[in-house]
């Protein structure tokens, strides 16, 4: 191939390209898009520390690409022990090494910041789902927990200002190391982190004594639960949070429990309305599916919309009453998103 083929295809490259040989100094022959990055004309540097900078991973990578070069270990034996992996100004670039006849490496660098960060959304997508789907599936015991935390900081609020320390500092160690347990069930790793802390110094307090620093160990406790629990009402809402130390009755036992109440006693209004209290829902709660539908009707139809917000709604009635309305509104919004609005 001729050196001005080399030259195009280099100019053209969407990739970092460049070449170095047994001095370790980067040549002539670099992709314009080696620039970009790294931030810099490369060409004439030293390859180590362009890539590694100066600290002992460069000083591995030289040892490496000598051996190569002496002939004293096979390249790709060599390749697949340096970085795979580096930190550019910001971006992530993954570099492929390839042995060349002429006695010179070349090094691909691709940008693959986009990449990680997508699969670091994923994971933490992942990570939530799985976080979720515990608390709904173990909801008693996730509402004990809940509840075993509020528990929990009214005691450390005791233990914040107190000086000296009361005697019961064991007790709420122990506490602390149930909370913590429970908290590293539903992986909440960040709580379970910060209980640790607090835990080491609760126990460092009530060997050796010393500064009393329960208040901030405490605030830094409380920022990361809250901070995880918000993760589950985010998805599941706040109402779920609430009701998850409700015992659930079907529908139609409730009814029959309404009835039996209201036929044995039919002059006590007050407890009828109080049953009945608990069957009603928030109006705004029929509405609850209308925008995720909007867009799906909006997605299939191919036509873009400005997100439906409910708003409003938050007066209780019986939901059953205003089932039929909603339905009525399922067609007029399917012809509004296809058709506009007319009279």
């Given at each position: 191939m001729?050196?001005?083929?080399?030259?195009?295809?280099?100019?053209?490259?969407?990739?970092?390209?460049?070449?170095?040989g047994?001095?370790?100094?980067?040549?002539?022959?670099?992709?314009?898009e080696?620039?970009?990055?790294?931030g810099?004309?490369?060409?004439?540097?030293?390859?180590?520390t362009?890539?590694?900078?100066?600290?002992?991973?460069?000083?591995?990578?030289?040892?490496?690409?000598?051996?190569?070069?002496?002939?004293q270990?096979?390249?790709?034996?060599?390749?697949?022990?340096?970085?795979?992996?580096?930190?550019?100004?910001?971006?992530?670039?993954?570099?492929?090494?390839?042995?060349?006849?002429?006695?010179?490496?070349?090094v691909t660098?691709?940008?693959?910041?986009?990449?990680?960060?997508?699969?670091?959304?994923?994971?933490?997508?992942?990570?939530?789902?799985?976080?979720?789907?515990?608390?709904?599936?173990h909801?008693g015991?996730?509402?004990?927990?809940?509840?075993?935390?509020v528990?929990?900081?009214?005691?450390?609020?005791?233990h914040?200002?107190?000086?000296?320390?009361?005697?019961?500092?064991?007790?709420?160690?122990?506490?602390?190391?149930t909370?913590?347990?429970?908290?590293?069930?539903?992986?909440?790793?960040?709580t379970?982190?910060?209980?640790?802390?607090?835990?080491?110094?609760?126990?460092?307090?009530r060997?050796l004594?010393?500064?009393?620093?329960?208040?901030?160990?405490?605030?830094?406790?409380?920022?990361?639960?809250?901070?995880e629990?918000?993760?589950?009402?985010?998805?599941?809402?706040?109402?779920?949070?609430?009701?998850?130390?409700?015992?659930s009755?079907p529908?139609?036992?409730?009814?029959?429990?309404?009835?039996?109440?209201?036929?044995?006693?039919?002059?006590?209004?007050?407890l009828?309305?109080?049953?009945?209290?608990?069957?009603?829902?928030?109006?705004?709660?029929?509405?609850?599916?209308?925008?995720?539908?909007a867009?799906?009707?909006?997605?299939?139809?191919?036509?873009?919309?400005?997100?439906?917000?409910?708003?409003?709604?938050?007066?209780?009635?019986?939901?059953e009453?205003?089932?039929?309305?909603?339905?009525?509104?399922?067609?007029?919004m399917r012809?509004?998103?296809?058709?506009?609005?007319?009279?």
């Amino acid at each position: 191939m001729s050196a001005a083929l080399h030259q195009a295809l280099f100019k053209l490259s969407v990739q970092g390209i460049f070449l170095f040989g047994e001095d370790l100094v980067i040549n002539d022959l670099v992709s314009d898009e080696c620039v970009r990055l790294f931030g810099s004309d490369i060409r004439g540097k030293d390859v180590a520390t362009v890539l590694l900078g100066d600290g002992l991973a460069a000083e591995d990578f030289r040892q490496g690409v000598a051996l190569v070069f002496a002939g004293q270990a096979q390249a790709d034996v060599v390749f697949d022990l340096l970085e795979k992996e580096i930190e550019q100004d910001g971006r992530r670039l993954r570099l492929d090494y390839a042995w060349l006849d002429d006695a010179r490496i070349l090094v691909t660098a691709t940008d693959i910041t986009r990449e990680r960060r997508f699969q670091e959304i994923s994971r933490k997508d992942l990570e939530r789902r799985f976080v979720v789907l515990k608390a709904v599936t173990h909801r008693g015991y996730f509402s004990a927990f809940s509840q075993e935390a509020v528990r929990l900081f009214v005691s450390l609020s005791r233990h914040e200002e107190a000086n000296p320390l009361p005697v019961t500092l064991e007790d709420l160690g122990r506490e602390l190391h149930t909370f913590k347990g429970n908290a590293g069930f539903f992986d909440f790793t960040d709580t379970v982190a910060a209980a640790h802390l607090l835990e080491t110094h609760l126990e460092e307090l009530r060997i050796l004594g010393g500064e009393n620093r329960i208040k901030s160990g405490s605030l830094d406790l409380k920022r990361a639960y809250f901070a995880e629990l918000r993760k589950i009402t985010d998805i599941l809402g706040e109402r779920w949070l609430a009701e998850a130390d409700c015992v659930s009755v079907p529908k139609r036992d409730y009814r029959l429990i309404e009835n039996w109440v209201r036929t044995r006693h039919p002059d006590d209004a007050k407890l009828s309305a109080t049953l009945s209290r608990y069957r009603r829902e928030p109006f705004r709660e029929l509405f609850v599916r209308f925008p995720e539908m909007a867009l799906s009707l909006a997605s299939r139809l191919g036509k873009r919309i400005h997100p439906l917000m409910i708003e409003g709604g938050d007066f209780l009635v019986m939901p059953e009453r205003y089932r039929a309305l909603t339905s009525v509104l399922v067609p007029l919004m399917r012809n509004a998103l296809d058709h506009g609005l007319e009279p």
